[in-house]
């Protein structure tokens, strides 16, 4: 296994011969990095003339896991994959094989699955900020931002009995309903979030350090962004004017897209990312507030009969229709009946357009389950936004483009 | 939907279409698909908006039922004005898979297609960069094909130990 | 060793237990963390659970300056000689904290990529389970390592000198098919003994 180089640094670059140029090695485990990537960057004093980014130091073999376990089983595998915000992964899982499958969930499912997603998307947002805060210097953002996530922790814990990785999303439904005392969670969390929010807008937003280190540093224009295919904050801070929440209207989002706007900048620098991860997590609240207010009454889980959900364990241990189902979707060679079909469905996650590819052979597992990972991409543009810079915006542009290692090497 | 008026006007014969659900798709002809897949994906991007190319992944069709060619790239392409979507599969066949790259159309395409080279060993025709992105340099086979097993070839724990004395 | 044979026995043991009484408060931790863990990890040292109140705050991201390596998150193939180099950069004495089930036993990821545990690769003294663990657990497993530094410390860490044997599961001959590792419920003989013990004499 090589550690040195193992990619040398093109010939066509200008004076890459030369010897004044040299070879930083980066990664792959380093603190400013958070996760584990490896970039291999050539040094002209400080300024950075090339960025190679050498990744794969988290492969584990997620897609090939897609094709072993079923689609009840995938979520705990999914949850990992962007852990940092796992039940937005879950929910976009599902929303694609109840695509497949062709099932409607109930109007509360909707809702508390659209409440989790917003959530979900705030710790992810936090984690974010608060981390390229520390990487540029400021601890406090960080504490900040952590002692929020805690709240967020104890809803999916009150929830579903897990704080980190819930997985809670079922085919067809919830693992359980949410309790009244979840509800008045998410009410507290709805009032006491933008305090929380307002101190770390005035610890950063007119910070000299931060700006300076931040505002035109790793500059995306909008036409690159369009065609890295970038989407997410990263693409809305080039003005990229693209939200699945706004476009194709999943889950809840239809009945509340009169309480929250989409969020876009225009600069497309590291300052306009922060900007818009702010600006979404505001607009969250307003979401998550809208919801928890309109939540709907009745079950969670599709009709028993529909053969799809997993049935409560009343219904199981009582009724002979109720121990049929468990084990018509427990038994390894039942399971689901799927169309021999293909379908491609995708959410907005906290790091842009999360999607899956399902391919079905009619059995109860995926043929193919083929994510469309959102850090992947971003982390594509990364060279394109170091050039030129200095060798300490290295974190700041990391930083703004929120890179989790499990999506991005699955 | 137009765009598929204006795919059929220029490319007839090449494709044929599918609707599951909301997907359009358009099946590219696996004899045909090195000529026509690269004008065909321009015409897209140039002339029917679809500007954005949300995702591009490999599928592996051994014993899929009804299948009649192997390895599938599927390019999903989006129009940023509209919001349509169009998904292009592309098929080829071993025992060298091959495609034309579409980098030059869409720069965001780079790693995608490093990242199916990987895991299937479709190689990309006028690709910049054809390595490996996820697994190590020195691996051999690629992993999401469906002849290659779960737990792999014992690849995992080929490496020293280290014991406390040599530490 | 030098230190030791210098002076007479009733002196080594009270330098012993004053050695690991001073080190057992102040473990500086080598974060090494690879995936979900981590962020358990930062949860750790981060203001609810304030892990600075057992003297292992200081995480330096340099591994000479560390005493325990704490592995959180899975290792894959492409991870396992990075982890080595790591940790035989680590000054004696070390320790090493095998965080959650992937690093412990490659948990859910039973795939081509994974490792299955990282002591097959490099020694580890406390295992913690959980996917991923909480806070608490980690503090715990904390808590038992200066335990055991408390223990089986030493001023000049002779300890480690005398462990030559490899302590970890032994590496499969070859890879257990899928059939091979299903155990029949029924038959606690075969369920607990998966493979064989490891043999001495190699």
């Given at each position: 296994?090589?550690?040195?180089?193992?990619?040398?640094v093109?010939?066509?670059?200008a004076?890459?011969?030369?010897?004044?140029?040299y070879?930083?090695?980066?990664?792959?485990?380093?603190?400013?990095?958070?996760?584990t990537?490896?970039l291999?960057?050539?040094?002209?004093?400080?300024?950075?003339?090339?960025?190679?980014?050498?990744i794969?130091?988290?492969?584990s073999?997620?897609?090939?896991?897609?094709?072993?376990?079923d689609?009840?089983?995938?979520?705990?595998?999914?949850?990992?994959m962007?852990?940092?915000?796992?039940?937005?992964?879950?929910?976009?899982?599902?929303h694609?094989v109840e695509k497949?499958?062709?099932?409607?969930?109930t109007?509360?499912?909707?809702y508390?699955r659209t409440?989790?997603?917003?959530?979900?998307?705030i710790?992810?947002?936090?984690?974010?900020?608060?981390a390229?805060?520390l990487?540029?210097?400021?601890?406090?953002?960080f504490?900040?931002a952590?002692?929020?996530r805690?709240?967020?922790y104890?809803?999916?814990?009150?929830a579903?009995g897990?704080?980190?990785h819930?997985?809670?999303?079922?085919?067809g439904?919830?693992?359980?309903?949410?309790s009244?005392?979840v509800?008045?969670?998410?009410?507290?969390?709805?009032?006491?979030?933008?305090k929380?929010?307002?101190?770390i807008?005035?610890?950063l937003?007119?910070?000299?350090?931060?700006i300076?280190?931040?505002?035109?540093?790793g500059?995306?224009?909008?036409?690159?962004?369009?065609?890295?295919s970038?989407?997410?904050?990263?693409?809305?801070?080039?003005?990229?004017?693209?939200?699945?929440?706004?476009?194709?209207?999943?889950l809840a989002?239809k009945?509340?897209?009169?309480?929250?706007?989409?969020?876009?900048?225009?600069?497309?620098?590291?300052y306009?990312?922060y900007?818009?991860?702010?600006?979404?997590?505001?607009?969250?609240?307003?979401?998550?507030a809208?919801?928890?207010?309109?939540?709907?009454?009745?079950?969670?889980?599709v009709?028993?009969?529909d053969?799809?959900t997993?049935?409560?364990?009343t219904?199981?241990?009582?009724s002979?229709?109720?121990l049929?189902?468990?084990?018509?979707?427990?038994?390894?060679n039942?399971?689901?009946?799927t169309?021999?079909?293909?379908?491609?469905?995708?959410?907005?996650?906290?790091n842009?357009?999360?999607?899956?590819y399902v391919?079905?052979?009619?059995?109860?597992?995926?043929?193919?389950?083929?994510?469309?990972?959102?850090?992947?991409?971003?982390?594509?543009?990364?060279?394109?936004?170091?050039e030129?810079?200095?060798?300490?915006?290295?974190?700041?542009?990391?930083?703004?483009?929120?890179?989790?290692?499990?999506?991005?090497?699955? | 939907?137009?765009?598929?008026d204006?795919l059929?006007?220029?490319?007839?014969?090449?494709f044929?279409t599918?609707?599951?659900?909301?997907?359009?798709?358009v099946?590219?002809?696996?004899?045909?698909?090195?000529?026509?897949?690269?004008?065909?994906?321009?015409?897209?991007?140039e002339e029917?908006?679809?500007d954005?190319?949300?995702?591009?992944?490999?599928i592996?069709?051994?014993?899929?039922?009804?299948?009649?060619?192997?390895?599938?790239v599927?390019?999903?392409l989006?129009?940023?004005a509209?919001?349509?979507r169009?998904f292009?599969?592309?098929?080829?066949?071993?025992?060298?898979?091959?495609?034309?790259?579409?980098?030059?159309?869409?720069?965001?395409?780079?790693?995608?297609?490093?990242?199916v080279?990987?895991?299937?060993?479709?190689?990309?025709?006028?690709?910049p960069?054809?390595?490996?992105?996820?697994?190590p340099?020195?691996?051999?086979?690629?992993p999401?094909?469906?002849d290659?097993?779960?737990?792999?070839?014992?690849?995992?724990?080929?490496f020293?130990?280290v014991?406390?004395?040599?530490s | 060793?030098?230190?030791?044979?210098?002076?007479?026995?009733?002196?080594?043991a009270?330098?012993?237990?004053?050695a690991n009484?001073?080190r057992?408060?102040?473990?500086?931790?080598?974060?090494?963390?690879?995936?979900?863990?981590?962020i358990?990890?930062m949860?750790?040292?981060?203001?609810?659970?304030?892990?600075?109140?057992?003297?292992?705050?200081?995480?330096?991201?340099?591994?000479?300056?560390?005493?325990?390596?704490?592995?959180?998150?899975?290792?894959?193939m492409?991870?396992?000689?990075?982890?080595?180099?790591?940790?035989?950069?680590?000054p004696?004495?070390k320790?090493?904290?095998?965080?959650?089930?992937?690093?412990?036993?490659?948990?859910?990821?039973?795939?081509?990529?994974v490792?299955?545990?990282?002591?097959r690769?490099?020694?580890?003294?406390?295992y913690?389970?959980g996917c991923?663990?909480r806070?608490?657990?980690?503090i715990?497993?904390?808590?038992?390592?200066?335990?055991?530094?408390q223990k089986?410390?030493?001023?000049?860490?002779r300890?480690?000198a005398?462990?030559?044997?490899?302590?970890?599961?032994?590496?499969?001959?070859?890879?257990?098919a899928?059939?091979?590792?299903?155990?029949s419920?029924g038959?606690?003989?075969?369920?607990t003994r998966l493979?064989?013990?490891?043999?001495?004499?190699?």
């Open positions: 296994m090589p550690l040195e180089t193992t990619h040398p093109a010939e066509d670059i004076g890459a011969n030369q010897e004044f140029l070879t930083l090695n980066f990664g792959p485990q380093h603190p400013a990095t958070h996760t990537l490896r291999i960057l050539t040094l002209d004093g400080e300024t950075v003339v090339k960025a190679v980014p050498d794969g130091y988290l492969h073999g997620f897609e090939k896991l897609g094709e072993d376990l689609f009840n089983q995938y979520v705990t595998i999914v949850d990992r962007n852990y940092i915000s796992p039940v937005a992964n879950e929910i976009a899982w599902h694609v497949l499958l062709n099932i409607e969930i109007p509360r499912c909707k508390i409440i989790l997603a917003e959530l979900a998307r710790s992810d947002h936090l984690l974010c900020i608060g390229a805060a990487d540029l210097g400021g601890l406090t953002a504490l900040y952590f002692n929020a805690e709240k967020v104890n809803i999916m814990e009150s579903s897990q704080r980190f819930p997985s809670y999303t079922r085919v439904g919830l693992m359980a309903d949410i009244d005392d509800v008045n969670q998410v009410r507290d969390f709805v009032k006491t979030f933008p929380v929010h307002g101190d807008c005035r610890l937003n007119r910070n000299r350090i931060f300076d280190r931040t505002k035109g540093i500059v995306l224009s909008k036409e690159d962004a369009i065609s890295y970038c989407s997410g904050p990263v693409a809305r801070a080039s003005g990229v004017v693209r939200d699945l929440r706004k476009d194709e209207p999943y989002y009945d509340l897209s009169a309480s929250f706007k989409v969020v876009c900048g225009k600069g497309g620098d590291c306009n990312r900007l818009v991860r702010m600006g979404e997590m505001q607009e969250s609240v307003k979401i998550i809208a919801a928890v207010e309109n939540l709907p009454a009745g079950a969670v889980n009709e028993l009969n053969k799809l997993i049935p409560d364990k219904a199981t241990y009582r002979i229709e109720g049929i189902q468990h084990f018509e979707l427990f038994m390894w039942r399971r689901w009946e169309p021999v079909e293909e379908l491609y469905g995708a959410n907005e996650t906290a842009g357009e999360l999607g899956f391919v079905a052979d009619g059995s109860g597992k995926a043929f193919r389950a083929r994510t469309r990972p959102p850090s992947f991409i971003h982390f594509a543009v990364f060279p394109i936004m170091m030129g810079h200095q060798l300490s915006d290295v974190p700041a542009i990391l930083g703004s483009l929120n890179i989790i290692a499990a999506e991005l090497d699955r | 939907m137009p765009f598929l204006t059929k006007a220029k490319f007839a014969g090449a044929t599918s609707t599951f659900r909301d997907n359009t798709r099946l590219m002809d696996a004899e045909k698909t090195p000529d026509v897949l690269l004008p065909l994906l321009k015409c897209l991007k029917c908006g679809f954005f190319l949300a995702e591009l992944g490999g592996d069709y051994l014993n899929y039922p009804h299948a009649t060619d192997r390895y599938c599927v390019y999903g989006t129009n940023t509209t919001g349509e169009v292009v599969k592309a098929f080829t066949n071993d025992p060298d898979p091959e495609l034309p790259s579409v980098v030059e159309l869409w720069k965001g395409a780079d790693w995608m297609e490093r990242e080279y990987d895991m299937y060993g479709v190689r990309f025709l006028g690709h960069d054809m390595r490996r992105i996820l697994m340099t020195e691996f051999t086979g690629h999401l094909r469906k290659y097993p779960l737990r792999g070839y014992g690849e995992r724990h080929n020293p130990t014991t406390r004395a040599e | 060793m030098a230190l030791t044979n210098l002076l007479p026995d009733f002196l080594i009270p330098l012993d237990h004053l009484l001073v057992k408060h102040s473990l500086w931790p080598m974060p090494f963390a690879t995936a979900c863990c981590g358990e990890l949860a750790t040292a981060s203001s609810r659970y304030d892990i600075a109140r057992f003297g292992a705050e200081a995480m330096r991201f340099s591994p000479r300056q560390c005493d325990v390596m704490i592995v959180a998150g899975r290792v894959v492409k991870m396992v000689p990075v982890m080595q180099r790591i940790w035989l950069q680590m004696e004495p320790w090493c904290i095998s965080m959650g089930a992937c690093a412990s036993s490659g948990g859910v990821f039973d795939t081509y990529a490792v299955q545990g990282i002591d690769f490099i020694p580890v003294d406390v913690v389970p991923p663990p806070p608490e657990q980690l715990r497993s904390i808590l038992d390592l200066q335990e055991k530094v089986t410390g030493t001023i000049d860490a300890e480690f005398s462990r030559t044997a490899y302590e970890g599961p032994t590496a499969l001959a070859r890879e257990l899928p059939e091979e590792m299903i155990v419920p038959d606690f003989n075969t369920a493979r064989s013990l490891p043999t001495s004499s190699e």
